[in-house]
């Protein structure tokens, strides 16, 4: 009995902890989007926030910027450099 309260314990602790660190990730990539809009005045700003996001940022949230990032620097051309970055 003392086992399964320990599995349960255990169980429920890490899904807590999946959860938090699925709501910190996702809080980086929000981070990330608002940082990018923020120096989007500055190419040079813009590609090193750029690369900074793409060292924090998990590999499907990678994708998930690079999607954003095609949509957000449609109408900005000064900024097409800094997307070969994520090629």
Request: charged letters at 25%; aromatic letters at 14%.
């Amino acid at each position: 009995m003392v086992f399964l309260f320990f599995m349960y314990t255990n169980l429920h602790r890490s899904s807590l902890y999946n959860k938090r660190n699925l709501y910190m990730a996702r809080a980086m990539f929000e981070y990330s989007k608002t940082v990018l809009k923020k120096v989007s005045f500055n190419t040079d700003l813009f590609c090193r926030e750029l690369e900074k996001a793409l060292k924090r940022l998990l590999p499907h949230e990678i994708s998930e910027l690079a999607i954003w990032l095609r949509k957000f620097t449609s109408n900005k051309p000064e900024l097409h450099s800094c997307l070969r970055l994520i090629n």
